[in-house]
């Protein structure tokens, strides 16, 4: 009786002891059910995985989408590239910062065709070709201000873009009495302290829409080609080119006669912009905000008459 006792009084296990399956039945139902614990903790994983890639995804987009709406709030200053203009007139420019060669031929066949452009020089060619300045300015062009060392301007400060501009501006002052009023950055370059310091000097940055590539020295037919079937040459487009590159004097001519034949009245920079009420878009076009904004009048009127400070 006390053995059997004993034996009842065996205390029992806590954690039952794992059965082994007995027969093939009960095999494969334990071997299922162990591939569903297995398959559940592996969807686990990838579903806990997934969501934290969404997680990183989502802060990724939003921080994303903070930076493009602070850009927006804060647009890139832009100079004028062209010109918003109901009737058909361009801007033919010259950049003037090496050689005066051809000049003379240049100026001779503006005469010929009753055409006023503006020529944007450097103050080394002012130096170097004063009685060319001269000449520009007694045939009626204007004449626009492209630095004075033709420096890559967008790497300069505030204070040095205003002395590239100002010694010029001083230097042209003095030798024709003339005050421009148009500026053009060498290269194309130009950043928002430049755009800025443009304006706070008086000036308009001007850009352009239409390059004649004239400067690569492809030959006449290349730049015929180049400007007259340009896909932005339209109504207040403005055309670059360059007094010493070697076949622009040679297709001058031709390339009056090809944007005449096109309907174009060709003018000069501050005869095409707007000089006050007016915004430049993400284009750089510029674009009138008056309801019924002037146009420049049939012929080309004095510069002097459209300089006006803001």
Not at 6 to 13: C, D, E, M, Q, T
Not at 84 to 92: M, S, Y
Not at 275 to 292: H, M, P, V, W
Request: aromatic fraction near 8%.
């Amino acid at each position: 009786m006390k053995h059997y006792s004993k034996i009842l009084s065996v205390p029992k296990r806590e954690d039952p002891i794992p059965q082994t399956p007995k027969t093939d039945l009960d095999r494969e139902i334990h071997k299922i059910s162990t591939f569903i614990k297995t398959g559940l903790f592996t969807l686990s994983v990838i579903t806990l995985s997934a969501v934290a890639i969404a997680q990183s995804q989502y802060k990724l987009n939003h921080s994303s989408t903070k930076v493009t709406n602070t850009s927006i709030m804060h647009p890139k200053e832009l100079p004028i590239y062209c010109v918003d203009r109901k009737e058909k007139i361009v801007a033919l420019s010259f950049d003037a910062a090496w050689g005066n060669e051809d000049t003379g031929k240049i100026l001779s066949i503006l005469k010929k065709k009753k055409v006023h452009v503006t020529f944007f020089m450097t103050g080394g060619w002012i130096e170097k070709y004063p009685d060319d300045v001269k000449a520009i300015q007694k045939a009626g062009h204007e004449l626009g201000n492209h630095s004075e060392n033709h420096k890559q301007m967008s790497t300069l400060s505030s204070e040095q873009c205003k002395e590239e501009i100002m010694k010029v501006h001083e230097r042209v002052k003095k030798l024709t009495g003339t005050s421009m009023k148009v500026f053009r950055p060498p290269y194309g370059d130009y950043n928002d302290t430049l755009i800025q310091t443009v304006n706070a000097c008086g000036y308009k940055p001007i850009q352009w829409d239409v390059d004649s590539l004239d400067w690569k020295d492809y030959g006449p037919d290349s730049i015929l080609n180049t400007v007259l079937n340009h896909k932005h040459l339209g109504n207040g487009s403005i055309i670059l080119c360059h007094n010493g590159a070697k076949y622009t004097a040679q297709v001058l001519e031709q390339l009056i006669d090809g944007l005449q034949k096109k309907g174009y009245r060709l003018v000069r920079m501050s005869d095409i912009i707007y000089q006050k009420n007016y915004e430049i878009n993400t284009e750089g076009r510029q674009i009138s905000l008056s309801a019924t904004p002037k146009e420049s009048a049939p012929g080309n009127t004095p510069v002097s008459s459209n300089f006006k400070t803001e």
